[in-house]
């Protein structure tokens, strides 16, 4: 029956994980996956996200199923922390919001959604993206394409590496058939570090518009570039501009709930009856998938978002994170320059959320792990948030000697 099968080679980044937890050596760094460790180098369970479930362990109720599309409580606190809590799409009643496994489950619910409803359009996603982003919507049975994105510059004429390409991609984008997929990282882009700025989301909106693309915007590190509100500039910009899009949104990174699988998709639609209906049909799309998400996830979101201490706690609590980031990015290039002078590192400080593209080859990178245990995804991506001031010194030894 099973003699076709074939074996599955692994995912690029969940298998680096498996393989750093197996590794022996004591003195091993794992900048692999996008989770946030502290300076200690444990995942912290946040302070407001502890009181959130003593509360629920205080109150009691039931253990039912959720409805099919996620907890009331959730889904409002949601829509007010991605649009702000005025916004007209909310007013309109135009926005259809579900509560996700993750904001995996919501990128694979709008897959599918899109695959049944808009069966015709194909998907373009950034060059480089999430290693997870094409696997996905390909899963989904829909094609996928790249658009130009990240500047790996150009020995020959001495470009260096590092910038966005916005006007090439603008150009690809300007070429889409409509009802073309766009998928964008509302902030922290995963894996470059590389983001747009508010100036060019704004050039970004008239393309999408002239070219009736759905942009579909994947917002897995809100908090981590400039606040919680700043990251969510895309999303309020392109709602204010009248486009109907799609946005998953993530609280793994954000309240480093990662086991929790709490997340979020919200599809900005054109009236108030256009997002009933879509909301119906994401619904039967649940159905088909899970059925419905998890109860404890949507308790500890919609408190931490709801509540009037919580609320300010965890803002304090990301900025904190955000923050030791932006530090472990200044000791790293100091002690990188310090190294190897004449070698351009100043990467590190421009590229924003828990990733730097370091530029590093596989080869390097294989190097870095096999000989001094430290752990990249071999595209060179590095997640900053692994660094401690106990392994930052070390790292950058180890990145010294592969650098050569
Ligand atoms: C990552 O990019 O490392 C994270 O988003 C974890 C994952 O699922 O890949």
Redesign the pocket.
């Known amino acids: 029956m099973f003699q076709h099968i074939e074996p599955y080679a692994g995912d690029p ?2 298998s680096l994980n498996e393989a750093f937890q197996k590794d022996p050596r004591a003195d091993k760094v794992n900048l ?4 946030y460790f502290d300076d200690q180098g444990r995942i912290p369970v946040l302070g407001s996200v502890r009181q959130a479930e003593a509360q629920m362990l205080a109150e009691g109720g039931t253990k039912s199923y959720l409805p099919i599309e996620g907890a009331a409580a959730m889904r409002s606190a949601v829509q007010s922390l991605l649009f702000g809590p005025e916004h007209e799409a909310l007013a309109s009643g135009r926005v259809a919001t579900l509560q996700t496994v993750g904001s ?1 489950g919501g990128l694979k619910v709008g897959a599918d959604f899109l695959k049944r409803w808009l069966p015709g359009s194909a998907v373009w996603v950034s060059d480089p993206t ?3 982003h094409r696997a996905m919507f390909e899963g989904a049975g829909l094609p996928v394409h790249t658009y130009p994105y990240y500047d790996a510059g150009d020995a020959a004429s001495g470009r260096p590496a590092g910038g966005l390409r916005f006007d090439a991609m603008l150009e690809t984008l300007r070429s889409l058939p409509a009802r073309n997929v766009v998928l964008l990282h509302a902030c922290c882009h ?2 470059t570090g590389v983001d747009l700025t508010p100036a060019q989301w704004q050039a970004l909106v008239p393309v999408l518009r002239e070219r009736e693309l759905l942009p579909y915007l994947d917002l ?1 590190y809100q908090g981590y570039g400039d606040g919680i509100d700043a990251d969510a500039h895309a999303v309020r910009l392109l709602a204010a501009s009248g486009l109907v899009f799609f946005v998953a949104n993530s609280f793994s990174k954000s309240m480093s709930v990662y086991g929790e699988r709490a997340g979020a998709l919200s599809v900005v639609c054109g009236d108030a009856a256009e997002a009933e209906r879509v909301l119906g049909q994401m619904k039967a799309t649940v159905r088909r998938n899970y059925s419905s998400p998890g109860l404890h996830a949507a308790g500890i979101v919609s408190r931490v978002l709801d509540d009037t201490h919580l609320r300010p706690q965890w803002e304090a609590e990301v900025t904190a994170m955000r923050e030791r980031i932006a530090g472990m990015r200044r000791s790293l290039h100091s002690v990188l320059s310090a190294k190897r002078p004449g070698h351009d590192f100043s990467y590190f400080l421009q590229q924003r959320g828990m990733f730097s593209y370091t530029g590093l080859s596989p080869a390097q990178v294989d190097r870095l792990r096999e000989e001094f245990g430290v752990y990249l995804v071999r595209s060179g991506r590095m ?1 900053v948030a692994g660094l401690n001031s106990g392994n930052v010194e070390r790292t950058a030894s180890a990145m010294a000697a592969v650098i050569g």
């Not at 692999?32 to 989770?35: K, R």
């Open positions: 980044i969940l692999s996956i996008g989770i995996s999430w290693d997870n995963n894996p897995a997640c």
